[in-house]
């Protein structure tokens, strides 16, 4: 793995074998042959991978070029999905320079706050029920890739129409809507050849738990 080049190359092992490993000493590989550290970019899945593997990346790359290699590593993306696409809405996508993202909390505070004006309501009595059922779908919608006409005339589309707008308002953005932006961003021709322009190596490090919009993304 560390040595191919000239193609796309997927990597089965078990846990505990050593591909995470592997991923920081191909890119300390790829740095020594000269390539751009903006050309590489590492996806994970979690904030504390991304933090492992960008400790391991560092330290294989100051092994083989010096420790003072490490300060021209900025432009090298070591990170999760959603980071990374929250970077291409905020670098490329004026309008969302201001916008902000929802954790899991701060999304089930705004869908309690926004309960009545979204119509929850009518999807299930009580309260933190439909709260939860909603949040957990919206979800799915982004993260399938399914279209928001799909739902029309029925009332988890109005609810979910209704949903964008506000979230739209309020400049929020969820971890799942995070990917389906930067998707719809990429549509552009322009604003793709822009992020795609530098970028030559692409790593994604658990590839078995990406989900439709994230591998569409990739």
Known sequence: MVRHRGGDLQVIACAGSGKTESIARRVASLIDEGAEPSSIVAFTFTERAAAELKDRITRRIAEIKGPEFRDRLGPMFVGTIHAYCFRILQDYVPKFGNYDVLDENRHAGFLSREFWRLGINKLKAKHWAPVRDFAETVDVI??????????????????????????????????SIIITAAL?????????????GPLKYLLVDEYQYINPSQERLI
């Open 184 to 196: 719809e961003a990429l549509e552009d021709a322009e604003t793709r050849e822009r992020v795609r």
């Open 142 to 175: 982004a993260n399938e890739r399914i279209p928001a006409n799909a739902l029309a005339g029925t009332p988890l589309g109005e609810c979910y129409t209704a949903y964008r707008q506000s979230l739209n308002k309020h400049h929020f953005l969820t971890f």
